[in-house]
């Protein structure tokens, strides 16, 4: 079974530009999460989807925003980047909404924001 | 508000030593708690988790860890590290935040070494 994926693995963009990043969650699951990771404030949760629908939101400014698909796929966009959203973005999916569900990650994506 | 702690940054080991990585939390009601480890360029890989039931709990790669309520701990173990077992390592605590959802929410890592 294939694991989480996401798309793409690497990223350079400049102040002020947006980017769009994807997430493929395995097959059959419905939840996806997403993460920010950097040196300095670790993993912190921004926000997880479930049917189309975000029922839960961390402690994000508005510029970071997500959607999910029918097919569960999700993306996540941040807008007006600034430098320190330099990070990796982790996606992790989960089956269902049971909250005993364990989540399982992808590889990330690496954004750097020059 | 839920946090988890690690108090061990770094951690170098040799080569066929056992391995302790120290995780304490803070959480009101029954913890899910989780270990995650995390390879260079790597995203999380799931080693263990603890829901309920048996305090000693068995993981992937010859890992377990105890949940010991009395001193919001779930400390991970290893009898004999390998080599490849050098990598970062996550502790992590579920909030639940209703309607099944939850968060995570994760200590920062102690980063273990392994000499050969």
């Known amino acids: 079974k294939a694991g989480v994926t996401q798309t793409p693995r690497y990223l350079i963009k400049t102040r002020g530009q947006q980017v769009t990043l994807s997430c493929s969650p395995i097959?059959?699951?419905?939840?996806v999460s997403w993460y920010q990771q950097t040196p300095g404030q670790g993993l912190q949760f921004l926000f997880e989807?479930?049917?189309?629908?975000?029922?839960n939101k961390g402690n994000f400014p508005g510029r970071f925003s997500g959607r999910q698909f029918s097919n569960s796929r999700s993306e996540m966009n941040v807008s007006t980047l600034e430098l320190g959203d330099s990070a990796l973005y982790l996606c992790?999916?989960?089956?269902?909404?049971?909250?005993?569900?364990?989540?399982?990650f992808g590889p990330g994506t690496r954004l750097t924001v020059l | 508000a839920q946090s988890v702690t690690q108090p061990d940054i770094h951690i170098t080991v040799s080569e066929g030593a056992s391995l302790e990585l120290r995780c304490n939390y803070s959480?009101?009601?029954?913890?899910?708690l989780f270990w995650y480890v995390q390879s260079p360029g790597q995203g999380l890989q799931l080693l263990l988790k603890?829901?309920?039931?048996?305090?000693l709990v068995q993981g992937i790669k010859g890992f377990e860890a105890e949940f010991k309520r009395s001193q919001s701990s779930f400390n991970l173990r290893k009898p004999s590290v390998h080599w490849s077992d050098a990598a970062e390592y996550f502790c992590?605590?579920?909030?639940?935040?209703?309607?099944?959802?939850?968060?995570?929410?994760f200590g920062k890592g102690t980063k273990l070494s392994v000499i050969p």
């Open positions: 992790a999916s989960r089956r269902s909404g049971i909250s005993t569900d364990t989540q399982y």
């Open positions: 097959s059959g699951h419905r939840s």
């Open positions: 989807y479930f049917s189309e629908t975000q029922r």
């Open positions: 959480y009101g009601a029954t913890p899910y």
């Open positions: 603890y829901f309920s039931g048996d305090t």
């Open positions: 992590a605590v579920a909030t639940a935040s209703g309607a099944g959802s939850y968060q995570l929410t």
